[in-house]
Structure formats: structure tokens, C-alpha cells
């Protein structure tokens, strides 16, 4: 899930970013309980892009204080409900009490197996494929599996559905190769409006569409 929208619903309303922001982290909350519910393999949340270091500096710090206390608050909740906590893209660059609250939440619930919950931080998927190349290439040829074999998301499911929300239609550099064969679906729901009902229309319109993977 490419999570838009956060900004221009607080722009709407007259409110800072930050507020945004806040009431986007409430969404997650629900969408993740939500999405545990109905039996999906992985979840995928796109939190932070290696691009969004170009925002103002209070809005980032805003973001970091934001995930500081998403971790702390729900990570009790993700290990008693047997949710495995994923994190694709470099977060080791993250500040360092960051950095040690993620490792922990990561080896807390590193043997869950009811769901994956990852979250890209910190994420591009250009980066990603450069490094997966260049991993690939010092092991030796460079193929698609090799690669596919070193992108963050190795060993997760395959993409089967990509949703984004706020009415923008592009990948914003997420996930491009995991995306080639994934079927999309798009809102005009900002982020914080975004509901588990509307998430429910989507994973049902999905089961209706037909996977040709480029055959017939």
C-alpha cells in the first residue's frame, strides 16, 4: 500500500502537516488489526521513501517521532497476535534509539507466522535493484532470479495487489520490479479517510480480475 494523502487531508481542514500525519499513523493501526483478519500473507506499507529526506526538516522529524511512538505502543500488540514485523529499505541509517527500538521489535517477533507486516523505511526501489544487482553480480551471473533472491523483499509472498490511495496514479519508485505483474487499484480516498470497508472493496474487486502473466 502506497499511503497518500496525509498532507492535503490536514491542508483541507486547516491543520498543521503534522496533524496529517498523526491521524494517518491511527489509519495504520486500524488497517493493520483490519487486514490481520482476513487471512492475507503480507502486508506492505510504504512509510518513508528514500526521497522523503527532501521535506522540510520538521516535517521529518515529525514522521520519526510519529514512528518512535508506533513502535512503542503496538509492537506488544504485533507479537501477541503472532504478526512477524518486516522492515525493507536501509533503516540502520535511521537515529540510533530508532535504529535499537526496530532491531528489538524485529527479533521479538521475528518467528510469528500468522502475517508479515513490512514496512519500508527509508525505501526506493531503484536503490533496491542496484543493490540486488551488485549482490547478485559478486556471486556471479546476473539473472532474474539472482536478483529476486537479494531484493528486501525475498522472502516475502509475491506482489499480488497494489493499492494507492489520494488519486495519484504512479508507483513512486515502490517496489518496481515486484510490481510487474501486480494488479492495481487506485483511490481518491486521502490516506486518513481511508477505511476498512474501502480496503475490503479492493481485495474484493481483485478476486475478480483475470491473471493472464502475459498469456492468453
Same mark, same amino acid.
Given at each position: 500500500?502506497?499511503?497518500? *494523502?496525509? *498532507?492535503?487531508?490536514?491542508?483541507? =481542514?486547516?491543520l498543521p502537516?503534522?496533524?496529517?500525519?498523526?491521524?494517518?499513523?491511527?489509519?495504520?493501526?486500524?488497517?493493520?488489526?483490519h487486514?490481520?483478519t482476513?487471512? /492475507?500473507e503480507?502486508?506492505?506499507?510504504?512509510?518513508?521513501?528514500?526521497?522523503?529526506?527532501?521535506?522540510? !526538516?520538521?516535517? #521529518?522529524? @515529525?514522521?520519526?517521532? %510519529? /514512528?518512535?511512538?508506533?513502535?512503542?505502543?503496538?509492537?506488544?500488540?504485533?507479537?501477541?497476535? @503472532?504478526?512477524? +514485523?518486516k $522492515?525493507?529499505?536501509?533503516?540502520? #541509517?535511521?537515529?540510533? @534509539?530508532? #535504529? @535499537?527500538?526496530?532491531?528489538?521489535?524485529?527479533?521479538?517477533?521475528?518467528?510469528?507466522?500468522?502475517?508479515?507486516l513490512?514496512v519500508? +523505511?527509508?525505501? *526506493?526501489?531503484?536503490?533496491?535493484?542496484?543493490?540486488?544487482?551488485?549482490?547478485?553480480?559478486? !556471486?556471479?551471473? $546476473?539473472?532474474?532470479?539472482?536478483?529476486?533472491?537479494?531484493?528486501d523483499?525475498?522472502?516475502?509472498p509475491?506482489?499480488?495487489? /497494489?493499492? =494507492?490511495?489520494?488519486?495519484?496514479?504512479? /508507483?513512486?519508485?515502490?517496489?518496481?520490479?515486484?510490481?510487474?505483474?501486480?494488479? %492495481?487499484?487506485?483511490?481518491?480516498?486521502l490516506?486518513?479517510?481511508?477505511?476498512p470497508? !474501502?480496503?475490503d472493496?479492493? %481485495?474484493?474487486?481483485?478476486?475478480?480480475?483475470?491473471?493472464?502473466? *502475459?498469456?492468453?
Open positions: 500500500m502506497i499511503m497518500d *494523502g496525509n *498532507g492535503r487531508w490536514a491542508k483541507k =481542514r486547516h502537516r503534522a496533524l496529517g500525519h498523526k491521524k494517518g499513523v491511527e489509519v495504520v493501526r486500524e488497517i493493520v488489526r487486514a490481520a482476513t487471512g /492475507l503480507a502486508l506492505s506499507l510504504y512509510a518513508f521513501s528514500s526521497e522523503n529526506w527532501k521535506r522540510p !526538516e520538521d516535517e #521529518v522529524n @515529525d514522521l520519526m517521532g %510519529l /514512528l518512535r511512538g508506533f513502535i512503542k505502543s503496538d509492537i506488544d500488540e504485533f507479537a501477541a497476535n @503472532d504478526v512477524r +514485523l $522492515i525493507i529499505g536501509n533503516y540502520k #541509517v535511521l537515529a540510533p @534509539d530508532i #535504529v @535499537d527500538m526496530i532491531d528489538d521489535a524485529l527479533a521479538r517477533t521475528a518467528h510469528n507466522t500468522r502475517t508479515t513490512a519500508a +523505511l527509508n525505501y *526506493g526501489s531503484q536503490d533496491e535493484l542496484v543493490r540486488a544487482a551488485q549482490a547478485a553480480a559478486e !556471486e556471479g551471473a $546476473i539473472t532474474a532470479e539472482a536478483i529476486e533472491a537479494h531484493l523483499t525475498a522472502d516475502m509475491p506482489l499480488d495487489l /497494489l493499492i =494507492r490511495t489520494s488519486g495519484e496514479q504512479r /508507483l513512486s519508485n515502490f517496489m518496481l520490479w515486484q510490481a510487474a505483474y501486480a494488479e %492495481l487499484w487506485f483511490t481518491e480516498t490516506w486518513p479517510d481511508f477505511t470497508a !474501502e480496503f472493496a479492493a %481485495l474484493a474487486e481483485f478476486s475478480t480480475r483475470e491473471r493472464r502473466y *502475459g498469456g492468453r
